[in-house]
């Protein structure tokens, strides 16, 4: 059974950082994109970024606009990705969730991605 386990959520202030953890097990997700969404109450999920597969033992970020310069993500193993948030505004106040595709590119849709985590509470305090 695959799962999808996150951690390091909590509550910190305006311009502090945070570091999410994502570990995946149930399979071997070496070839496979992993990634982050997060949700905020009242609006839609959105993408956060993505660690994509691209051949051997190579793995390729991508950052939404949003968070690009701020956060920082990264492939830790083969089954774990992470998430270090730096600079955090109020309006990273969220749910993070992290997700697994599979394929070995990821992109920004939700529908690419097959298993998902129960998510993690980021609350950023102004």
């Known amino acids: 059974q695959v799962q999808l386990v996150e951690s390091g959520g909590g509550l910190v202030q305006a311009g502090g950082s945070l570091s999410l953890s994502c570990a995946a097990s149930?399979?071997?997700?070496?070839?496979?994109?992993m990634g982050w969404f997060r949700q905020a109450p009242g609006k839609e999920r959105e993408f956060v970024g993505v660690?994509?597969?691209?051949?051997?033992?190579?793995?390729?970020p991508y950052l939404a606009d949003s968070v690009k310069g701020r956060f920082i993500i990264t492939r830790d193993s083969e089954n774990t990705v992470g998430l270090q948030m730096n600079n955090l505004k109020p309006e990273d106040t969220a749910i993070y969730y992290c997700?697994?595709?599979?394929?070995?590119?990821?992109?920004?849709?939700?529908?690419?991605?097959?298993?998902w985590g129960q998510g993690t509470q980021v609350t950023v305090s102004s």
């Open positions: 660690v994509s597969w691209s051949g051997g033992v190579n793995y390729t």
């Open positions: 149930g399979r071997t997700f070496s070839t496979y994109a």
């Open positions: 997700a697994a595709n599979l394929g070995g590119r990821g992109g920004s849709s939700e529908e690419e991605y097959a298993y």
